[in-house]
């Protein structure tokens, strides 16, 4: 089905998950003409002026939100750009996005924010800014200026601030704006070159070791310095087991911290990398198998509240060349359905209206926007989503630029069919 504009639509029956009300419930869903959700009318509009989706087994969920995506743009367009990007993102169900700030040149002025925020793409994109100048981890970024320009959130993603001092000032001003601080939680002095956890591929090929403890400490620190400036703290895509402890006991204590958890730390562990294939490197990299459960349960007591991607993707060239020359970072956005409902929901038994939370209300709550909801009256945001259709991942045939998937030629249930956005469908599955 091809994009549909300027038409009503009328999906006559479906689950119907809206986190921000509550909602869970088997009906029918109508879109006017004018892309609000309204009533179904007692007469429906002519075909030529209605479009139907009507098959077996549907969930519609607010259009999803991404708090962690890499672009590329500007620097790396061959990997990806802003239009690119934002295609994988609407096939993956996603309508808003967070880019990170780790471009060419870095994100920490406010011209490259307003070209973010503006650019007219299949999602809205939401930009965070660095938070140091040049991520450099050396001086603090233009925090005030970069908020104006419309950056929801401050991070030096990939890199982390190693001066305390600096982070401190950082948090200080990001806290007078109402502004998280995204942190990529790994201390580099402990990472030491270290690209992979211990596990058969390590020994048999020779990788360096990333211990746990670069990402634990670092977690640590960063909770401390919560604490001490009281500064929304936001940690990406954490991969220990005692990292997850760590956010649940300063959660316990009330301070305002919050996680995310990535599919591919959710689904995989280190002892499946499959062999010297540098699609399977990230960082942080896969934990061990306790660490994979230490995150699906702290994803079930409300400990981990947002999911999250890392979409990162890199030219097919430079993740062909073996595990320890590739650049770390895997795409996700048009798995990432299949992967976490199928983890968290089908197999952990998560409901899945906390299903939709984590991907609906918590990141737009991080980023302070009001979440789309499914309510008579409100603008269609919306997500299409069949979550039992089995379908086998090919990343040729993804929107993004880039192929680096773990799930490459492996066979996923569950995906998104479709998105709706300023009167707009998309709907490249249908």
């Known amino acids: 089905m091809k994009s549909e504009t300027q038409k009503a639509l009328y999906i006559p029956q479906a689950r119907l998950l809206d986190p921000a009300n509550g909602r869970d419930e ?31 087994g549907l969930v519609v969920t607010p259009g999803l939100c991404d708090v962690h995506v890499h672009f590329r743009d500007p620097g790396a367009t061959e990997a990806e750009d802003l239009v690119s990007g934002s295609a994988a993102a609407a096939n993956g169900g996603f309508t808003r996005v967070v880019t990170m700030p780790n471009t060419n040149p870095p994100t920490d002025t406010p011209d490259l924010v307003r070209r973010a925020r503006t650019a007219q793409t299949a999602v809205a994109i939401f930009p965070s800014a660095c938070a140091t100048v040049g991520r450099a981890g050396k001086a603090c970024a233009p925090l005030e200026a970069l908020e104006e320009a419309g950056a929801v959130a401050f991070s030096d993603d990939g890199a982390m601030i190693s001066d305390p001092d600096v982070m401190r000032v950082v948090m200080l001003r990001a806290k007078k704006l109402g502004r998280p601080v995204m942190d990529h939680a790994v201390v580099p002095r402990l990472q030491d070159g270290g690209i992979v956890r211990d596990c058969p591929a390590a020994r048999e090929f020779g990788l360096p ?19 001490a400036t009281g500064c929304a703290l936001h940690l990406q895509h954490l991969s220990c087991a005692e990292s997850v402890a760590l956010v649940r006991a300063a959660r316990a204590e009330g301070l305002p911290v919050t996680a ?18 540098g699609n399977w490197r990230m960082n942080p990299p896969l934990g061990t198998r306790a660490d994979v459960e230490a995150l699906r349960q702290g994803v079930l007591d409300g400990t981990l509240t947002v999911f999250a991607t890392d979409h990162a993707p890199h030219a097919p060239a430079t993740k062909a060349k073996g595990f320890k020359a590739a650049p770390f970072g895997v795409i996700g956005l048009e798995t990432a359905v299949g992967v976490t409902w199928d983890v968290m929901v089908r197999r952990c038994g998560m409901a899945p209206l906390a299903w939709a939370a984590a991907w609906v209300t918590a990141p737009n709550a991080l980023i302070g926007l009001p979440p789309p909801t499914l309510a008579v009256g409100a603008p269609a945001e919306l997500a299409i989503l069949a979550p039992d ?28 069919l479709a998105t709706y956005r300023r009167g707009r469908l998309r709907a490249p599955a249908l």
């Open 26 to 56: 088997v009906g029918a869903l109508f879109v006017d003409a004018e892309g609000r959700i309204a009533p179904v009318p007692a007469k429906l509009p002519s075909a030529a002026r209605l479009t139907v989706i009507d098959r077996p």
């Open 209 to 227: 070791i990333f211990p746990p403890e670069a990402e634990v400490e670092a977690v640590r620190a960063d909770i401390a310095l919560c604490r």
């Open 260 to 277: 995310e958890a990535t599919p591919h730390h959710l689904a995989l562990a280190a002892e499946d990398i499959p062999g010297n294939d």
């Open 389 to 416: 259709d089995e379908w086998t991942v090919d990343p040729a045939h993804s929107a993004s630029k880039s192929v680096n998937s773990p799930w490459a030629g492996q066979t996923l249930r569950g995906r998104a």
